[in-house]
């Protein structure tokens, strides 16, 4: 009967075993329990995927043996191309090569723009460099995108749908950068105008008080105008608007001279463009406590020194709305930053973006640049100065529309000077307020969906070393607890047994 009993209840488990081996075969089951959901495809990226209509081929180039740290990027990314094919039905493919296998496969990842890093390995209480490679080239027929590097806890879903996007969607959405009006030219903002080629065709577009903006323009960009904007422009702006287009626009109120040591207020007529529309940007410089610096040279004896001295009138934005445009910064560098104020009516509505620190202030232009000026808490009686922000709804005519405005129209300029490099946020500010303004798919929000990285705190000495003896003896005293009470539950039951009177 026992006998029985045993072989049924195998029976049972071994069938339930294969039916979750079957059901495992055709459906995956995954726990996103991460505070970012990073492990969960995005609403833009299975949209991507669903409507792809030719195979896409991913092929990973990752050294193996690596350290933990960075070979858990090669499970993320295997774990993620899994997840790709089963959304899309498997037209996306993958495989993953070793290129420090064989040197055909190394010449073969080079080739392909994929360059090894050096990393530190220990090995045997020693450490050593090892070259290694973390890159993909995503394909599609004869086209492909490279992946050089997946850096660890980066935006590695943006990174892939980005490559996909860029190889299966034949017409890109067209971005005009206007011009006219002493604009930087695209090879002036390369590094914005090299994210943006991602997924639109940026083309330059010079207006003039005869040109109509084409409609196959839903956002146009102006960047640092520095000349007047004829009224026959700026109502060609707001004809542009009624169709229901939108401006990413990025202007200087005020600016500094360094030569000079001064600085002045400029009028280009987009400000008062704006107010028309209920935003005012005033002549003032927006002085900050966090702040860049600038390089002074002073003499001393027989030689002029270099000194970094902190200069306020270069604001550090750190405080950002929680908004798809910032979501992910942390610092903006400004250059002559002025604040915004909002007084439109009902129609309309103001979103700040970016915001100064909490020992802030303004200073009125014209002005004299002190660079040796003694700075205090009383220079900074302001808080929170709005910087940069959204304003939308009905701002010409009866289609509604919006406009992003940045105070600082230097801040995505790289300049005619090669190598000239932007911070990376800066670039990210403006590449994200073109893109939220153009692109309904939802990539923006991959574009800072990184992993977080939430290491154990430090802690004193003393506490470590309880800790290390509690992990060691907790566990022999919880088993030897068990035991004693199992010892006295069995002595307890013996006793009972030869308590019941027989009759």
Not at 39 to 57: C, E, F, G, H, Q
Not at 322 to 332: C, I, R
Not at 366 to 378: A, C, R, T, V
Request: hydrophobic content about 40%.
């Amino acid at each position: 009967m026992k006998a029985a009993k045993i072989s049924s209840t195998i029976a049972i488990i071994a069938a339930i075993v294969i039916v979750v081996n079957i059901l495992s075969e055709n459906y995956s089951f995954r726990f996103d329990l991460t505070e970012g959901r990073e492990y969960t495809l995005s609403k833009a990226t299975r949209n991507i995927l669903k409507n792809l209509d030719k195979p896409v081929t991913v092929t990973a180039y990752f050294s193996k043996n690596l350290p933990p740290n960075i070979a858990g990027v090669s499970d993320n990314l295997k774990d993620m191309l899994i997840e790709y094919g089963n959304r899309s039905k498997g037209m996306v493919v993958y495989k993953f090569l070793n290129p420090n296998e064989k040197e055909q496969l190394e010449q073969e990842a080079v080739k392909n723009g994929i360059r090894p890093v050096m990393i530190n390995v220990r090995e045997k209480d020693q450490v050593k460099q090892q070259k290694a490679y973390l890159g993909a080239v995503v394909s599609v027929g004869d086209q492909k995108e490279t992946i050089p590097f997946f850096q660890p806890g980066a935006a590695m879903e943006y990174s892939l749908s980005t490559a996909i996007k860029k190889l299966s969607v034949a017409n890109k959405p067209a971005i005009a950068l206007i011009q006219g009006h002493g604009e930087p030219a695209a090879y002036e903002i390369s590094q914005v105008y090299t994210d943006l080629q991602i997924l639109y065709n940026v083309e330059s577009f010079k207006m003039s008080d005869t040109t109509v903006i084409p409609d196959k323009y839903k956002t146009i960009a102006i960047i640092r105008p520095n000349d007047t904007i004829p009224p026959k422009q700026l109502s060609e702006l707001d004809n542009f608007l009624k169709r229901g287009g939108n401006i990413f626009l990025a202007l200087n109120r005020v600016e500094g001279d360094f030569s000079t040591a001064t600085g002045k207020t400029v009028h280009t007529g987009l400000e008062d463009w704006l107010m028309q529309k209920g935003l005012n940007i005033s002549d003032n410089f927006v002085v900050d406590a966090n702040c860049g610096s600038v390089n002074v040279q002073q003499q001393q004896g027989n030689f002029i020194m270099s000194t970094q001295i902190a200069f306020p009138y270069i604001p550090v934005i750190s405080k950002f709305a929680d908004n798809p445009v910032t979501k992910g910064l942390e610092s903006v560098s400004l250059q002559f930053a002025s604040p915004m104020t909002y007084s439109g009516d009902s129609t309309k509505k103001f979103i700040p973006l970016a915001f100064s620190s909490a020992k802030s202030g303004t200073i009125r232009a014209p002005l004299y640049f002190d660079i040796q000026k003694q700075w205090s808490d009383h220079d900074f009686p302001m808080s929170g100065l709005v910087v940069a922000g959204i304003l939308e709804g009905k701002l010409a005519g009866a289609t509604d529309s919006r406009i992003i405005v940045v105070s600082d129209g230097d801040f995505a300029v790289n300049g005619s000077e090669r190598g000239n490099q932007l911070p990376p946020d800066n670039v990210s500010l403006a590449v994200n307020s073109i893109d939220w303004l153009s692109d309904e798919t939802g990539l923006i929000d991959l574009r800072t969906k990184e992993v977080t990285s939430r290491p154990i705190k430090e802690m004193a000495d003393g506490t470590k070393t309880f800790l290390k003896w509690l992990n060691f003896i907790l566990p022999i005293v919880l088993i030897i607890f068990y035991g004693l009470v199992r010892m006295q539950i069995n002595r307890n039951k013996r006793i009972k047994r030869m308590e019941v009177n027989y009759e």
